[in-house]
């Protein structure tokens, strides 16, 4: 331990640890801190070795005690660590912040409090405090005047070594609102303190340094109003990657909100751009790399098994991505606002493939969409339509649908059954469903399906198909004979048909088993829906559930969709509720001449009075009733014993002890004890007689 410093100064609660061994070297006459400690320490102690000890409590104490300083108020200045490692969060004023939020120590001031008071506040190194929460003023870094960088191991606090005191800064008037906002989010914490923290985190590692308040200011907007301010789409306008790129902290972030921003500024986003030619070269890892290209870690290995990544020279050795080549890569598959697109190809094909084939130049992209990368990319042929390349002889599918009426998957089943023959390469080798036209002209002479006939009758297609059937006109292809979406008949056939008879056809069975409308009176079923049960009873679908689950009700096992019970449980359990046997247990007390409770405790519960369960309803038979009433003509329980005696129900056992009453229980699942009546009132005039 070195000798005794002669000034020791009194630290304040919320001083940074940096500022107070400053304060300690500049008071003692030292040139830096590091000086102060080598000189007065026995071991030689590095900037490095000090610099931790601000994290580290005991080491931070071990500096003060060798040192001479003894002061508790000095020993807790160091900020605690909220776990073991140096990437662990910090503690300031018992709120958690991450460590990436802190900078330098003693670097950033208020010129104003240090005016007051002069000392480096602790919050002052955290890097979204950029406005003095006092005075609304920005905070300046390092020196104002001759812009030195501050070290934390100087050894003057507020002068720097061109003279310039901090206290004599500009004065820049700032909105301190986004640093209050942040502040009260880290201090109530939870899950918006988390999507706060998670957001600032990825905007500071994408954008500028010296836009950190209009960041902060975003982040604030964001989350509180889910609203992109302009600062937030700068961030993507002004830089030289693809925006995929550029916001890949966002997209890589845990946080649902923060990649809900990463969406949003992307769908904000300006169509295609050039890419900076002075752009610098970084390394991704390949999950980034996925995250940038939008895709996932399977589709991922396609395009390497396909040797995607290689074509686009993505590869940067031992397992790294080019940011620079991904980014090529993304703008080369977007399409600009100008270009002229043709119809895309439909979804059926790998990314991989798709990829591939506009690498090699067999297609051109179509696009896709930027917030949901190249995992929705469209592709189109790069063929140009030309008049001598089509065939006038060849058809595809959705021509031949046109020309016999129908549907292009109605054509597909015909080809695939063989009613229509077709290649599925056209006469340049195109991979597409072709046929003859003259076959198909031919085909249209001999067939015609029922969706035609439907329109020349001006009925439906479903009916059209039964009343010709019902004609004795058989279908040749259809749902219920091969599978085919539509019915087929012989053209010749239904052309011998009178469609104004077909019109008014009436009686003509159905494939389902309906009646003609306003035939024979609707039969009474065996079963009826839950939901019309329901409504017989007066009650809701759910308590007719509840009365299915206690068997009141009677379900009936059916392939249907409705739940169905039968028809004679439904009347029998609303009999019984219109029975007048059966008296709602809410009006047994008045008739008993008992409270609630002690009916529900001495009679229900002890099974003297049986109670009937109808689920939406408790009822007691009047037959029960009355037994129980003429019992309680003969017999009184404990508590009316009690107080026909002018006392209390634990009295009684005194008197059974005495042998001047007995008592008896009626109970069968619960014991209770009841009185003789006549016991009780011969003890009423054995009392009064005493009392003359």
């Known amino acids: 331990m070195g000798r005794k410093l002669p000034v020791r100064p009194i630290p304040f609660p919320d001083e940074s640890p940096a500022g107070y061994l400053i304060r300690v070297a500049e008071g003692n006459g030292f040139p830096s801190v590091t000086a102060m400690v080598d000189g007065l320490c026995i071991s030689v102690a590095d900037g490095g070795w000090i610099t931790a000890a601000y994290t580290r409590a005991e080491r931070y104490a071990e500096i003060l005690q060798l040192l001479g300083v003894n002061s508790p108020n000095a020993f807790r200045l160091s900020f605690l660590r909220f776990g073991p490692t140096a990437d662990s969060p910090r503690m300031i004023d018992g709120i958690s912040y991450e460590e990436q939020f802190f900078s330098e120590d003693c670097r950033a001031y208020c010129p104003i409090c240090l005016a007051e008071r002069r000392y480096f506040r602790k919050h002052w190194s955290l890097r979204p405090y950029l406005v003095c929460q006092t005075h609304s003023v920005r905070l300046l870094q390092d020196c104002y005047a001759c812009k030195e960088k501050f070290s934390p191991l100087r050894g003057s606090l507020c002068t720097c070594k061109c003279g310039a005191d901090l206290a004599s800064g500009p004065q820049i008037a700032a909105d301190s609102a986004p640093v209050d906002w942040w502040m009260n989010e880290m201090d109530v914490g939870g899950q918006r303190g988390s999507d706060a923290s998670a957001c600032l985190a990825a905007l500071f590692a994408v954008g500028n340094s010296d836009a950190s308040l209009e960041l902060l200011s975003g982040a604030q907007q964001w989350i509180e109003q889910r609203v992109v301010s302009a600062e937030l789409r700068s961030l993507v306008s002004g830089s030289q990657s693809h925006p995929r790129v550029a916001l890949l902290p966002l997209l890589q972030s845990a946080s649902a909100t923060v990649q809900a921003l990463a969406q949003e500024i992307l769908r904000l986003t300006p169509g295609k751009r050039s890419l900076k030619t002075d752009l610098p070269e970084r390394r991704l890892t390949r999950r980034q790399a996925e995250l940038a290209l939008g895709v996932s870690a399977f589709q991922m290995n396609n395009l390497l098994r396909e040797g995607v990544p290689a074509t686009y020279r993505l590869d940067a050795g031992d397992g790294w991505f080019s940011a620079r080549s991904v980014s090529e890569m993304l703008y080369d598959l977007m399409v600009g606002e100008t270009e002229v697109v043709r119809s895309p190809r439909v979804v059926t094909r790998s990314v991989a493939s798709v990829v591939k084939a506009i690498a090699e130049g067999r297609e051109v ?120 979406l539509v019915y087929m008949f012989e053209r010749d056939l239904v052309d011998r048909i009178d469609l104004a008879s077909l019109q008014t056809m009436k009686g003509y069975p159905t494939a389902t088993g309906r009646k003609p409308a306003g035939n024979a009176t609707k039969r009474t079923g065996f079963e009826m829906p839950l939901a019309e049960a329901a409504e017989l009873l007066g009650v809701s679908v759910q308590t007719a559930k509840r009365l299915m689950a206690g068997h009141h009700l009677r379900r009936v096992g059916s392939l249907s969709r409705s739940v169905l019970v039968t028809r004679g449980s439904v009347q029998r359990f609303k009999k019984m509720l219109s029975d007048p046997e059966l008296v709602p247990i809410d009006a047994v007390p008045a008739i008993l001449g008992v409270g609630s409770g002690a009916l529900e405790v001495t009679y229900v519960q002890s099974g003297l009075l049986p109670v009937v369960d109808l689920t939406v309803s408790r009822r007691v038979r009047r037959a029960d009733i009355a037994r129980l009433q003429e019992m309680r003509a003969n017999y009184v329980t404990a508590d009316e014993a009690g107080k026909l005696l002018g006392g209390h129900r634990s009295h009684l056992p005194n008197l059974e002890a005495r042998g001047e009453i007995s008592p008896i229980s009626f109970a069968k699942s619960r014991s209770v004890k009841f009185y003789a009546l006549a016991d009780i009132r011969r003890l009423q005039r054995c009392a009064a007689k005493a009392v003359r």
């Open 365 to 484: 992209t179509a696009g896709y969409d930027p917030t949901l990368g190249i995992s929705s990319i469209r592709s189109a042929c790069s063929i140009s339509p030309n008049p001598e390349s089509e065939r006038p002889d060849e058809v595809g599918v959705e021509e031949v649908a046109k020309i016999l009426g129908t549907y292009p998957e109605v054509v597909r089943f015909l080809a695939r059954v063989g009613w229509l023959e077709c290649r599925d390469r056209d006469h340049i080798n195109r991979k597409r469903l072709v046929t003859g036209r003259e076959m198909v002209e031919c085909f249209a002479r001999k067939y015609v399906f029922a969706g035609e006939i439907a329109k020349r009758a001006n009925i439906g297609a479903t009916s059209t198909a039964e009343r010709l059937m019902a004609l004795g006109v058989p279908a040749v292809a259809g749902p219920k004979i091969d599978g085919c």
